[in-house]
Nanobody, 118 residues
Framework: QVQLVDSGGGLVQAGDSLRLACTAS????????MGWFRQAPGKEREFVARISGSGLTRYYADSVKGRFTISRDNAQNTVYLQMNSLKLEDTAVYSCAAKRPLREYEAWGQGTQVTVSS
């Protein structure tokens, strides 16, 4: 099974940018679709973005479309989430996740806290 480690969270002001990273080990990284999810206090975990193993296909939640960009570097076994124009409502714990095509997510990162202040 693939193992994932998230990093890059922090405290930023509204309008700032932040880049999260998720590094994988244990399996062939390019075989996995990678997703980012987030969970705010008192709320359900929600989908943020997903990228296919090749990097050619990307999906975004409507709430982040146009502001966030998911990308991956298969040579570095890393997936990124570039977050621009951050809003207060983007405050959450962000976690990456891995899945093989047509399957459920099978591995999760430990999560990294993103806090956006006014």
């Amino acid at each position: 099974q693939v193992q994932l480690v998230d990093s890059g969270g922090g405290l930023v002001q509204a309008g700032d940018s932040l880049r999260l990273a998720c590094t994988a080990s244990g399996r062939t990284f390019s075989n996995y679709d990678m997703g980012w999810f987030r969970q705010a206090p008192g709320k359900e975990r929600e989908f943020v973005a997903r990228i296919s193993g090749s990097g050619l296909t990307r999906y975004y939640a409507d709430s982040v479309k146009g502001r966030f960009t998911i990308s991956r570097d298969n040579a570095q076994n890393t997936v990124y989430l570039q977050m621009n124009s951050l809003k207060l409502e983007d405050t959450a714990v962000y976690s990456c996740a891995a899945k093989r095509p047509l399957r459920e997510y099978e591995a999760w990162g430990q999560g990294t806290q993103v806090t956006v202040s006014s």
